[in-house]
T-cell receptor, first 113, second 112 residues
């Protein structure tokens, strides 16, 4: 049902590397989100976008940045990865209408050594 | 301060019995509530939702109950099946925004 794609699924990199996590959706949704989740913890909202050229920081402070140049694409970038960035990163989207659910991608499991 | 709380980190239930997962929230401005199911290393999948103007919503084996005065919602799964074993997250959306706040999840194990 969900047409939202995240790549890569798994990523292991060394400290100090720059990385970009990709997220694309084909549903034409205006609203897109990035959540970060560690085992046993809640999903923390780190970035969201309500449309092209609109990005906001979420409730959890994050050293990552995002961009929204096209409706369907919402990449997340870490300029210099650190072990503390090890986590699962989940991208989601919604139409944004009343009582609209979030559709999630499969997630990227990031490990920074 | 955590606005959406799932106080039971885990729950075990026999196959065929009822599973009841609970969720409490503190913000009276939440107007839409959702339940998601999640497997390790995968994204959450939507199960069922309820608007704040309702107190019950049913979809097959899944029923969500909302008690606004107690700021409490629950998910009932009847009958429980081994394939239901996963982590369940409740989420709430703040009225007038499109931000969804999630709880910490409850790991459900259905025993065959």
């Amino acid at each position: 049902e969900a047409d939202i794609y995240q790549t890569p699924r798994y990523l292991v990199i060394g400290t100090g590397k720059k990385i970009t996590l990709e997220c694309s959706q084909t549903m034409g949704h205006d609203k897109m989100y990035w959540y970060q989740q560690d085992p046993g913890m809640e999903l923390h909202l780190i970035h969201y976008s309500y449309g092209v050229n609109s990005t906001e920081k979420g409730d959890l402070s994050s050293e990552s940045t995002v961009s929204r140049i096209r409706t369907e694409h919402f990449p997340l970038t870490l300029e210099s990865a650190r072990p503390s960035h090890t986590s699962q990163y989940l991208c989601a989207s919604s139409r944004g209408s009343t009582n609209e659910k979030l559709f999630f991608g499969s997630g990227t499991q990031l490990s920074v050594l | 301060d955590q606005q959406v709380k799932q106080n039971s980190p885990s729950l075990s239930v026999q196959e065929g019995r009822i599973s009841i997962l609970n969720c409490d929230y503190t913000n009276s401005m939440f107007d839409y509530f959702l339940w998601y199911k999640k497997y390790p290393a995968e994204g959450p999948t939507f199960l069922i939702s309820i608007s704040s103007i309702k107190d019950k919503n049913e979809d097959g084996r899944f029923t969500v109950f909302l008690n606004k005065s107690a700021k409490h919602l629950s998910l009932h799964i009847v009958p429980s099946q081994p394939g239901d074993s996963a982590v369940y997250f409740c989420a709430a959306r703040h009225s007038g925004t499109y931000k969804y706040i999630f709880g910490t999840g409850t790991r459900l194990k259905v025993l065959a």
